[in-house]
């Protein structure tokens, strides 16, 4: 069987495991409270920019939503989404759970726009009953999106700009971040989101760690500025504190020595690209177009069947009474004589 | 200046201004656990042909939504919603903030459609994500609608009948209850409700007393059945508690002697039904088709700044670059008079 | 039957009755925006010594403190209180169930202590685990206390030079408070009350109104101040806004118009002193000394049973094998002929 | 430096570290919905002997306790817990923050007492008020306890029988549960702990994990019973679910092969005995008899500081002027040439 289900199928990146088992029998300070972690922050720290962000790991991409929204928004407070975008669909009502309502856009490709952002916001304003409403309290954009697509530093700019004009901070869900900084032609980098966005996560689970995403608060300390109080006893409550915290640190260390988070994540474009590239000179469709590691295509029904013998991957939804949306990711492990294997299926 | 800004501009109706002030002296047991809600309890009971309904009076309209819902639902679930439901819009995320997302199906002139429900329902069950989604835990409607217009029979059957076939209890939320069934042409009773619904409110606030609701759990004990555990306490937590819980009794009590809750929203409906006559005459047009007492105008821009010089009413949305779309509503105590003098207005 | 139960046992004082039946078929604005209730804000204000105050009417007692408290703390942020305090105790866990914990010290005759709360606050700051513990972010008094117990002024401007010490906000619990400016020899007063809390309320249910609340936040501007933001809204999410919220602002007016609200509160006071009095004479204890409404008793089981024949009154705890404490409540309406009656059947 | 800090200082066991190294490039279905993890589960099943239980693995403490806790109970329910419970200390209100009280108990060295519970669920359902009051829904013990103490098998059955009595689940928090069952004289095996426990779980963090927490829901089908609704649901909305769930099979599939998760627990056993008995014979007191891998001794300030120089240890609470409370934690990982330092040292 082929698998090309998901961006989580195997282990870390043989580097990443390697430290791991280094440092086995090493003492360390529990809670992220450690030396590994506060070397890891000073390379992220660096990466972005942002000598002075506040920077936490944290284990999975629902609980960072999660710990990140809750931690920031006021309990009369809401955060504006794509009607796409993870929190609104696939996270279990994580957000709500927490008692705010994710406030959604129509989403373009899976991303929200600068101007129907501005648009709402200020209709929010304006609206005679913004008071028994939910305010809009944070922004959340997904870089890649849920469809695997990007914003050009233009958009995320300009989002920016709308944001920061109505006083709410930015948030940006990086759980598949390295694949969006390895796709070719993005003028968006780690400085870019750094300096776009309040806060964002760098996602380790699918780009090359066992699991871990690490949160970047880019202007903890600004006057007028954007923090998250009590961060860390946040993250407790919200259970999302590792005891064994070093092991974060660890894996986002050897992620960003010499460059490896995107070096390999490059592995998983290149894999989505021969996938893309593949399908489409045999004549299949595409839902949006998709630089990263999530290829969207869309299948009559006899080759869904055919492909489904000898491959496994995302059913999506029915495109049409013959044709259904299916989803092909690869990643960083994604080995070329799998996607060759696929492409011979086709 | 004229109003019709809204059914809630006055208190009580004198009837029921009475029977409070009759009573005014004497003492009560508090919490509602009085001999005048038991009889207020037995009357609703008896008028909804729901002997063995449990009967709870609480204060307001939000305030019986997040209570009621919270109480019902699993930490898991959510409740569907047409997007135009005011818990969906109005409530300032009352249902997220005690955890739960409203999940929304689009509205037909503000009505939830039974075969809408039915695929989303099943499309949900057959989704492979559905354990990362949110749960759809119950069902609510408004009748009337937040646009005045109301369900025939055959549609709440149709609605409740999906519900059921899916396990999930269906709620309706009759704030404005009264004008409803004084509506010309409705076919749908007390009895209608009860038979469909695990669960409803009777709308005081708007028909005719000072404030209160009081919901009617139809089937608290029935085997498969839908109950609210320990609804005491959760009206008390959720603040809901009125400790002179009589006042409540003796307004139901009141508003359900002699047809009283009826008769009295029937002057709503007929000045409603005479504002929509006398603008249709002039060729203004309506947005959807109410019976009940909120009228959806579609004013050109000339003609709104006019009328704003002497009557109040509420501005909806913008209809297009001309025209706006706003509401008048009568209630109750609507003075004829008042709507003779808006005619001549126009 | 002679009834001691509570303070809440008949409807309201006539002149707020009255004011109610004569406003009754005026047209006002909805929510507490209309012009009853900017007047009764204006003579709060006046009584409180705090022009710039903000004032809001919310209808019970846990809705308030619920509301006020939610409304404050930051979710990783919990409410000290005395372990008999009404939060901790009698509100089914409105607190908690709004995300925070009731931090609880030991009561003295159901008041906190100044040093007590010194030796947490610092205890906290101290304690090396205290991220993984629960910040405490509001200090929260009743006065009158459960057990009728009062502060004087130099106890609460010790509890207020604790609190903010340690930026803490200090909250009051009111329901009983004109039983506590009505008290003899107390030197606590409005003013007082407003010099050291940061919010408190101002209860109307149990003196006087048929329901309603008054909240105080006494510096909402102030630089370093404590604030609600988005007080409205949240009052609205958490179910306790009254549509009809002139009913409040006309309620308030009149208890506070001519003294009213403590000019009445006095005889709740004395028909308490007499009992006190009455039962002191005949040899029986009191749990603690009560100069307020409510008067703990400590009667033999023979005494008890006697008494329940003729006289309803609350049973508080055993005290021991042959006794037991009980309340008797008095309150605005009391009638002396009915503490006459007690009287002499002890 | 010598650490006794806490029981999870080091990485996994080497046997458990290679288990993850030689999966590391296997493919796995994600959420623990693979293989590896059906397997643990059986071989889980077969230890607690509860061939149904419902088994799933979380990742820390806290998540779990926060999880299943919020998951087990109503809106209006809270847990009952030793005053000296990790849920009711250091959690940061983990379990308020989703919306439930920890109802305290007084704690006997760490432990609940089953007549204390039975007196206070006695006294809960008698109180006239207790509709006003927080239900409790459950009941927690930990074990070993916060203090290193054990139930006997005799306790935790006389617990489960009140627990059972009342219709009230009982939970079992285990995070160091390998060193409660390796400790000597101990009669509680995993199969009394299923027994009488309706949920409770495994720890694995602190017993050779890298790290997890295994649940086990012993009784999810049982008539008249408790089971969890959705909790594969409710796991991923409280930020639970790990990606990649399969690394939590293998090492729990490595801990529960060969008895290693006792035997491991063993040496940590063995050296807190060392330490409690080498401190014994130099006349040190100890706080409680704890016969597991927390050992609370009562240090003079002179001893204090000396050993500080050379030894990490935590600062528990001050015992009186010139003594202090500090605890020596030993783990599986423990050194004998450590404890041979410490030993030497005092």
Redesign the interface.
């Known amino acids: 069987m082929l698998?090309f289900?998901?961006d989580?199928?195997?282990?870390?990146h043989?580097r990443v495991?390697e430290a791991?088992?280094e440092?086995?029998?090493?003492?360390?300070?529990?809670y992220g409270l450690d030396d590994v972690c506060e070397h890891a922050v000073q390379r992220i720290r660096m990466e972005c920019g942002t000598p002075d962000a506040e920077v936490r790991f944290l284990?999975?991409?629902?609980?960072?939503n999660?710990?990140v929204i809750?931690?920031t928004l006021?309990?009369?407070?809401?955060v504006v989404s794509a009607e796409s975008g993870h929190i609104s669909?696939?996270?279990?009502?994580?957000i709500?759970?927490?008692?705010?309502?994710?406030l959604t856009l129509p989403h373009h490709e899976g991303r929200i726009d600068a101007d129907d952002l501005r648009s709402y916001l200020d209709a929010f304003e304006q609206d005679?009953?913004h008071?028994?409403?939910?305010?809009p309290g944070m922004v959340y954009v997904s870089h890649p999106t849920e469809f695997g697509t990007l914003y050009s530093s233009t958009e995320l700019h300009a989002i920016s700009a709308v944001c920061h004009d109505h006083g709410i901070p930015l948030y940006l869900d990086g759980a598949r971040l390295g694949y969006g900084l390895a796709a070719e032609g993005t003028d968006v980098t780690l400085k870019t989101i750094a300096e776009c966005c309040d806060v964002f996560y760098i996602g380790g689970?699918?780009v090359g760690a066992?699991?871990g995403e690490a949160v970047v608060v880019t202007r903890p300390h600004r006057r007028d500025g954007f923090g998250i109080?009590?961060f860390?006893?946040?993250i407790?409550?919200?259970?999302?504190?590792?005891?064994?915290g070093w092991?974060l640190g660890l894996q986002f260390n050897t992620l960003f020595t010499d460059g490896l988070y995107v070096d390999i994540a490059r592995n998983g474009v290149e894999q989505a690209m021969r996938i893309r590239r593949g399908f489409t000179e045999k004549g299949y469709r595409r839902l949006y177009d998709s630089p990263t590691n999530q290829q969207f295509l869309i299948l009559d029904d006899a080759t869904l069947s055919r492909l489904r013998k000898d491959v496994s991957f995302s059913?999506w939804e029915k495109y049409d009474d013959d044709h259904t949306i299916v989803r092909f990711a690869t990643s960083w492990?994604t080995r070329p004589q799998d996607v060759d294997a696929l492409l011979e299926l086709i």
């Open positions: 698998h289900d998901n989580y199928l195997v282990g870390a043989p495991l791991l088992c440092d086995n029998g090493r003492e360390h300070t529990g284990v999975g991409g629902t609980q960072t999660r710990t809750d931690s006021r309990p009369f407070e809401g669909v696939h996270e279990a009502g994580a709500e759970s927490s008692g705010h309502k994710v005679e009953n008071d028994h409403m939910v305010r689970t699918k066992l699991f109080d009590g860390f006893t946040q407790k409550l919200n259970g999302a504190l590792l005891a064994k092991l059913f492990a």
